[in-house]
């Protein structure tokens, strides 16, 4: 007999938040599901947040759901870090599993903290990194495994380039990228950094006023380099002001150069970029050549429903209906590792690499050397001097 799951959604609808990814809707569709609650202190326009995520009850805090119901996993909607360790320590204690919103933490001694708490209840925990999950960046990995751009050599990423250009695009939207990097080539093993504000070398006081509550960060133009294993080199790129609404492809993406081929990919919101392969190796510079490549669906979800897309741009769900698969297919994943007590597909040991990586780059600019990983120090190089 499947196993009958029960799911809580917490998201509080009276934080105004960007980007939202859609988390709240992941559920609707699989098999054997039920979400018992929507946790939502405001109640304004409930009955259609509550279809939404065909949510049974609903519930003014984390508390009172806790105290009625007992959910096998909750999702941490709020994109806002500083909302996720008290909601994670008190659905630990209850051994509740997590699907998480990114970024975990804006803090990288936070994120140990947050793996302690999970390690010892003993609880399954994934990140939500949706393009892990996406048929069109897993199709990228497979082909990049499979030899189809001979041996990688560097990896180029993007941020959106908004006006949150620099270091809150680092943060926010960086995450996507840099996990990815790692998700196709491993972890880093040095860094190197160069942060600029208003054309000038950064400086520890040059904080910079945020859209979204988060740590300080500083500069407006960020570029910074990691060795990655197996001789490949990444590099993460962020300035303000480049993002123009109608251009006809976004900046924020993720190139891969190897001996004989390219792949590249826009991470876009939405959902008309193409996987795009270039067979000219190494600099495809001179008369670049590129052909979309048919996606390899590897994904399969036993007596899940078709995807709804007509929830594709409601509120707080992206246009693209990639996020809406994604999602899908990251909770899916994290329901079959508690099943078989294995790994998510994006865990909290991925999203510390990528907390270590952002912090190494406020580090390296800041002492102005190449920074090698692991951290030595985990005070966080904008809040506490290193």
């Not at 560097?154 to 006006?163: A, F, I, L, T």
């Not at 008309?272 to 510079?285: A, E, I, K, T, V």
């Not at 329901?335 to 907390?355: F, K, N, P, W, Y």
Request: aromatic share 6%; proline share 6%.
């Amino acid at each position: 007999m499947m196993r009958h799951w029960k799911i809580a959604i917490i998201k509080d609808s009276s934080k105004p938040m960007l980007g939202l990814h859609g988390l709240h809707t992941a559920f609707r569709g699989l098999p054997n599901v039920e979400v018992v609650a929507l946790v939502d202190s405001n109640t304004d326009n409930l009955e259609r947040k509550m279809a939404q995520v065909q949510a049974r009850a609903h519930y003014a805090t984390c508390q009172a759901m806790l105290a009625q119901e007992a959910p096998d996993i909750v999702a941490i909607t709020s994109r806002h870090p500083s909302d996720h360790l008290e909601q994670i320590r008190m659905l630990a204690q209850r051994g509740c599993h997590i699907y998480c919103e990114k970024p975990v933490s804006d803090s990288f001694a936070e994120v140990d903290e947050i793996i302690r708490i999970v390690e010892a209840s003993g609880i399954k925990f994934a990140m939500a990194h949706p393009a892990r999950h996406d048929i069109a960046f897993r199709t990228m990995k497979h082909m990049i495994d499979a030899g189809a751009i001979g041996r990688p050599l560097s990896v180029v990423g993007r941020g959106k380039c908004d006006h949150r250009g620099g270091g809150e695009d680092l943060l926010v939207l960086g995450t996507h990228i840099l996990d990815l990097q790692t998700y196709f080539f491993g972890a880093p093993e040095s860094v190197m950094a160069d942060i600029r504000m208003e054309g000038q070398l950064a400086k520890r006081s040059d904080t910079v006023k945020t859209v979204e509550p988060i740590r300080p960060v500083i500069g407006d133009d960020i570029f910074a380099v990691f060795q990655l294993k197996n001789g490949v080199r990444s590099s993460f790129e962020t300035r303000r002001g480049l993002y123009q609404p109608k251009q006809p492809a976004p900046h924020m993406g993720i190139r891969v150069m190897g001996t004989e081929g390219v792949l590249s990919l826009r991470f876009d919101d939405a959902g008309n970029q193409p996987l795009l392969l270039s067979r000219q190796g190494c600099c495809p510079d001179d008369h670049p050549e590129f052909e979309a490549v048919a996606l390899q669906e590897d994904r399969v979800i036993p007596g899940a429903e078709p995807l709804d897309r007509s929830l594709s741009g409601s509120p707080d769900v992206p246009h693209a209906p990639w996020f809406l698969a994604a999602n899908r297919f990251a909770v899916w994943d994290l329901m079959r590792a508690i099943e078989t007590d294995g790994e998510a597909i994006a865990t909290l040991a991925d999203a510390r690499t990528v907390a270590e990586m952002i912090e190494g780059i406020y580090t390296a600019h800041l002492e102005r050397r190449t920074l090698t990983f692991p951290l030595t120090n985990q005070a966080h190089p904008l809040v506490e001097k290193v």
